[in-house]
Structures are given as C-alpha cells and as structure tokens.
Nanobody, 123 residues
Framework: VQLQASGGGSVQAGGSLRLSCEASGGAFSSVAMGWFRQAPGKERAFVAAVNSNGGTTYYAGSVKGRFAISRDNARNTVYLQMNNLTPGDTAVYFC?????????????????WGQGTLVTVSS
C-alpha cells in the first residue's frame, strides 16, 4: 500500500487541523490504519488507530478527547482530526497501514508508512 499524507501546517495553541492519508495500490478496506508521530529528538510514538471497518478506535492517552481518527473506505482515506492543539503536539505525523484488520498500537504491526506531514503548534 502506498500512502500519501497531507494536511499538516502551523497553528496556534488551541487551534485545529485535519490530517488526511490517501492509500493506493492495496486492499485498504481490509487493514487497520494508524497515525504515529515523531517529535524533534524523540522516538516515533503511537497516536491513534482504527480497525478495517472503522468501528473500533484506539488513542494515546495524551490525545484522547482531542483527536479523532476516522476512515472512508470508499475514498481509501484515513483522517486524523486534531482539536485543541498544544505545543506538545508539534511533530511529524505519519500514517501507516497495518498487516491485519484489527487495530493495534504497536508500530511493528504496520507494514507500510507514508512520508509524514509536519504539524507545528505555537504558544
């Protein structure tokens, strides 16, 4: 699966952004999708995941209640709606396609990765 992420940018604290990730070349609707992020000087970390049919989602504790992951299998696209952003959310955000239908938080379960999109939140 080839993944193309978009929607990053610069916002002030309290603002919102919506990331999109369009997939091609694979069975998008059969696999779970996830978002991960990597802040400067830190390791890549799990943000959110959704199972293949969109019915089950998981979130990192730091984003729960502020971020929402969703998918449109007809458009081969997964979204990450990010609200009430803080400077701590500044990172490069990556979308990833799993090898299985069940959503997981473990990066090793994800075989295909997008190129990343930068989100910068200023105070």
């Amino acid at each position: 699966v080839q993944l193309q992420a978009s929607g990053g940018g610069s916002v002030q604290a309290g603002g919102s952004l919506r990331l999109s990730c369009e997939a091609s070349g694979g069975a998008f609707s059969s696999v779970a999708m996830g978002w991960f992020r990597q802040a400067p000087g830190k390791e890549r970390a799990f943000v959110a995941a959704v199972n293949s049919n969109g019915g089950t989602t998981y979130y990192a504790g730091s984003v729960k209640g502020r971020f929402a992951i969703s998918r449109d299998n007809a458009r081969n696209t997964v979204y990450l709606q990010m609200n009430n952003l803080t400077p701590g959310d500044t990172a490069v955000y990556f979308c990833a396609a799993s090898t299985i239908a069940v959503a997981t938080t473990t990066s090793s379960e994800y075989a295909d990765w997008g190129q990343g999109t930068l989100v910068t939140v200023s105070s």
